[in-house]
């Protein structure tokens, strides 16, 4: 069910040089209040190191860059800019410059990494002048960042959504990090159109104020596996479609996803909410007629239509299979306990 394509290395993403000293003694110096400092270079620091300064990667420039952080720290603490920032880059014609292949690892974040295409969610205004025409997930996919790889990083939540994958985004491989700290919102956040992304190997001991720990809003092909969920009692892996948000249509709907191998470990289950839901808003969003009147997607239908998904060999110490709801229709769920 994944496309093999999106996560083949591209030949095309020449590798980065290593940063200037003098970039990399500037991020040090810089605080909290400086604006978010491009780089198109191989950023390698220390354990010691702790860099205060938003970073930005935009564009085909960004393309093949390493973030290697030795074990230091990106602390977004105190300022709204994200902490670190993948972003596309509209050109003056209306086409999207997007940065491929990027890797991240051994980094500590506290704040959050957003991946950034036509818009940082689905209401932007050029993902939602997409969305009224046939075509739109292949134009949101095109236009956004792929193949990040994000590795052996602790996510230290402040209170934002650590790590949000925007409409689009493809190829991001999520592996052997964790989540702490607490979040107002999710964990991970995958947005409309995007799809073959993998989340394998990660621990999710974070707290949510009450939402689930991964969405995928619309998000088709994605493999999520061998992950640890902490006591997840907001919820663990939800699968819908925020139909019509923002006037946005959704076109794809959360199919093809495989949920399997993952634990999700409670302490007391009683009250808890679904471990993994398949379509869990059917259309009970309020904003569900927002978008306008078209015979496709969320426009033409307000359910999820979270179908052809897998969710198997799952265990639940401490709850029980009926944390995992089948709400729609073709899913195989097998196999948990």
């Known amino acids: 069910m994944l496309a093999a394509a999106l996560f083949a290395p591209s030949a095309s993403a020449a590798a980065a040089k290593a940063c200037m000293p003098k970039t990399v003694a500037a991020l040090k110096a810089a605080d909290g209040a400086a604006k978010p400092v491009e780089i198109s270079c191989n950023l390698l620091l220390d354990a010691a190191d702790v860099i205060r300064a938003p970073i930005q990667l935009s564009g085909a420039a960004a393309s093949g860059t390493i973030v290697d952080c030795g074990g230091g720290i990106l602390d977004g603490t105190g300022y709204k800019a994200h902490t670190l920032a993948i972003s596309s880059i509209r050109r003056p014609d209306g086409s999207w410059d997007a940065p491929h292949d990027i890797t991240i690892r051994n980094c500590t974040i506290k704040g959050d990494l957003r991946i950034i295409g036509m818009a940082e969610n689905g209401q932007g205004p050029w993902l939602k002048q997409s969305s009224v025409s046939e075509g739109h997930t292949a134009r949101a996919q ?42 107002s919102s999710v964990a991970v956040y995958f947005d409309a159109e995007s799809a073959g992304n993998l989340v394998e190997n990660n621990v999710f001991d974070i707290r949510t104020r009450s939402r689930e720990q991964i969405a995928l809003d619309g998000a088709a092909n994605n493999r999520i596996a061998g992950n ?96 995992i709801v089948d709400n729609d229709a073709d899913n195989q769920v097998s196999g948990n306990r």
């Open 142 to 183: 095109a236009a956004a960042p792929g193949r990040i790889t994000i590795s052996n990083v602790t996510f230290i939540a402040n209170g934002r959504i650590p790590l949000y994958a925007g409409p689009g985004t493809t190829g991001l491989d999520l592996s052997k990090s964790q989540f702490n700290g607490s979040t």
């Open 228 to 323: 640890t969920f902490t006591d997840p009692v907001n919820g663990g892996i939800f699968l819908y479609r925020n139909c019509g948000e923002g006037g946005t249509i959704r076109h794809q709907a959360p199919q093809g996803n495989v949920i399997s191998g993952n634990t999700f470990r409670y302490d007391k289950a009683f009250g808890a909410k679904p471990a993994v839901w398949l379509g869990s808003r059917q259309g009970n969003g309020r904003y569900c007629f927002n978008d306008p009147a078209y015979p496709f997607g969320s426009s033409l239908n307000s359910r999820d239509f979270a179908r052809h998904n897998s969710v198997t060999g799952n265990r639940l110490p401490g709850g029980s299979p009926a944390l």
